[in-house]
C-alpha cells in the first residue's frame, strides 16, 4: 500500500508504532543477543546527527540495556565483544580529533560500522599504546580509559566462551595503560608502569578465575542453550510426531530450567533472577500452546525471585491467553 516499507505491513497492529527499544524488549527473544546487537546499531546510526557527546552516551546507553538483558546468556560474548570495540572506536574519534578537543571532540567521517572495522583491528600492543597515547592528555580521553578499562573488567567477571580473548585483550590494555605511566627502573626495580599492569591484572584475577571456574560447569547445559525458540515449522502438534515432538520440547526446557534455576553460573541475585526470567521466555516461545509452560513461569515470578511478584504472575497470565 503506497509506498509503506515491507517490513511495517509484516508488523501486527499492537506493534505498528512501536520503537526499536519496545520491539527488541517486548518479545520472548528479548534476551536474544543478535537482535540487541541490531538495536545498538540502530540507535548509532539514529544518533549519527546529534553532537558527538550525546551521540556516545545514547550508544554507550543501549549497550547498557543491551547488557542488562542478554549480558549473560550463552552468547554473550559477542555482546562484550562489541561494547569493547565501541570503546575502542571512540578513543579512535578523539584521537583523530585532535589533543584539544576532549570530550566533545567531533568523530571521524565514519559510519558506525566503518568505525567498529577500525577499532576491531587495533589488536596490538603497540597499536594500542599509540591509541591511548594520543588520548591521554585530555580529561574526555583519561575518562574513556577508564570507561574501557571497567567494561574490560565487568565482561571478565561474567561466565562466557571465549573468556581468555577478552583476557589476552586486557593484559595487552594493562601493558599500554602501564606505558604511560613508565619510568626508567633503577636497580632490577620494576618501573612504575609495570607495577600499574600487575596490579590491574591481579586485582582482576580472582573474578576472572571464578567465572571461567563457572563457564567450565556449563557444558551441561549448552546442548540446551540450543534449544528452539519457536514451534517447528509445518508439523501439527496435534499429529502423533507433532506430539512427541512436543513431549520432547517439554522435558528439554523443564531439564533446562531446573538447572538455570540452581544458578550454575554464581551470577548475583538480581543476575540470576534476570536469567532465568529469559529462559522462560525462550520456553513459552517454544511452547506457546502448553498451559503447564505458562504456569510454570507465572509460579516462579508469584515467588518474588529475580524482583518479580504476585503482579509480574498475573502479566504473565495475561501474556499466555493473548
Known amino acids: 500500500r503506497g509506498s509503506r516499507h515491507p517490513c511495517e505491513t509484516a508488523l501486527p497492529p499492537r506493534f505498528a508504532d ?3 527499544r519496545q520491539l527488541v524488549s517486548i518479545g520472548p527473544l528479548s534476551s536474544h543477543v543478535p537482535l540487541w546487537l541490531l538495536y545498538v546499531s540502530t540507535v548509532a546510526t539514529d544518533a549519527a546527527d546529534q553532537s558527538p557527546q ?4 545514547a550508544v554507550r ?5 543491551a ?7 550463552f552468547d554473550c560474548h559477542s555482546l562484550w565483544k562489541s561494547y569493547i570495540t565501541y ?5 579512535l574519534a578523539l584521537a583523530a580529533s585532535g589533543p584539544g578537543a576532549g570530550r566533545a571532540a567531533a568523530p571521524p567521517p565514519l559510519s558506525h560500522e566503518a568505525l567498529m572495522v577500525q577499532a576491531a583491528s587495533v589488536t596490538s600492543l603497540p597499536a594500542l599504546s599509540s591509541l591511548l597515547q594520543s ?14 578499562r571497567t567494561v574490560y573488567q565487568r565482561a571478565l567477571a561474567v561466565p562466557q566462551r571465549g ?5 589476552r585483550e586486557y593484559e595487552l590494555f594493562t601493558r599500554a595503560l602501564g606505558g604511560l605511566a613508565s619510568a626508567p627502573s633503577t636497580g632490577g626495580a620494576q618501573s612504575g608502569g609495570e607495577q600499574l599492569a600487575a596490579q590491574l591484572l591481579s586485582e582482576q584475577a580472582g573474578a576472572f578465575a571464578a567465572a571461567r571456574a563457572a563457564q567450565t560447569e556449563r557444558p551441561m547445559v549448552s546442548d540446551s542453550d540450543r534449544l528452539p525458540v519457536a514451534p517447528p515449522v509445518g508439523r501439527d502438534s496435534r499429529g502423533p510426531d507433532g506430539a512427541a515432538a512436543s513431549a520432547v520440547s517439554v522435558r528439554r526446557w523443564t531439564a533446562r530450567l531446573a538447572v538455570e534455576r540452581t544458578n550454575p553460573l554464581r551470577l548475583s541475585a538480581t543476575q540470576s533472577g534476570s536469567h532465568v526470567r529469559a529462559c522462560f521466555k525462550g520456553m ?4 506457546a500452546r502448553h498451559p503447564e509452560a505458562w504456569e510454570a513461569w507465572a509460579a516462579w515470578e508469584s515467588g518474588g525471585l529475580g524482583g518479580g511478584g504476585a503482579e509480574a504472575a498475573d502479566q504473565v497470565l495475561v501474556e499466555a491467553t493473548r
Not at 550525546?54 to 552516551?57: F, I, T, V
Open 163 to 167: 573468556a581468555e580473548e577478552i583476557w
Open 135 to 148: 588520548t591521554c592528555r585530555t580529561a574526555g580521553g583519561q575518562q574513556a580509559h577508564f570507561d574501557l
Open 67 to 73: 547488557i542488562d538483558a542478554a549480558g549473560s546468556t
Open 87 to 91: 570503546l575502542k572506536a571512540s578513543l
Open 54 to 57: 550525546r551521540a556516545r552516551d
Open 18 to 20: 512501536r520503537t526499536p
Open 284 to 287: 513459552v516461545c517454544a511452547l
Open 61 to 65: 546507553s543501549a549497550y547498557e540495556e
